[in-house]
């Protein structure tokens, strides 16, 4: 059974950092580009930062460009997304997702992606 498992969401302080961990089961990460979506309460869902298969391509949505790091370990079928400088509005349920997207951009945009984990809750409040 092909799963994509998230962990590290939690309740922070502005400013402050998490770090989100997607672990896949019953399959590679090798051959997908991975995304990070969120929803927020109210909000649309949307790509916040997606890496190629390989790790050398990725892409961030302008709200979190240069606060999140989105990262892979393939050998140990993993993705990773250390978010820093947390605000009040990274608020919502993050999930991770996996395609055989043409480009980071283009995962980021797709509707749905093909698998999804079942999202952690990252909450950023004093």
């Known amino acids: 059974q092909l799963q994509l498992v998230e962990s590290g969401g939690g309740l922070v302080q502005p400013g402050g950092s998490l770090r989100l961990s997607c672990a896949a089961s019953?399959?590679?990460?090798?051959?997908?580009?991975i995304g990070w979506f969120r929803q927020a309460p109210g909000k649309e869902r949307e790509g916040v930062s997606c890496?190629?298969?390989?790790?050398?391509?990725?892409y961030y949505t302008g709200s979190v460009k240069g606060r999140f790091t989105i990262s892979r370990d393939n050998a140990k079928n993993t993705v990773y997304l250390q978010m820093n400088s947390l605000k009040p509005e990274d608020t919502g349920v993050y999930y991770c997702?996996?395609?055989?997207?043409?480009?980071?951009?283009?995962?980021?945009?797709?509707?749905?992606?093909?698998?999804w984990g079942q999202g952690t809750q990252v909450t950023v409040s004093s």
């Open positions: 997702t996996a395609d055989m997207a043409r480009n980071v951009q283009a995962m980021c945009t797709m509707a749905r992606p093909g698998y």
């Open positions: 019953g399959f590679t990460l090798d051959y997908y580009t």
């Open positions: 890496i190629s298969q390989s790790g050398d391509s990725t």
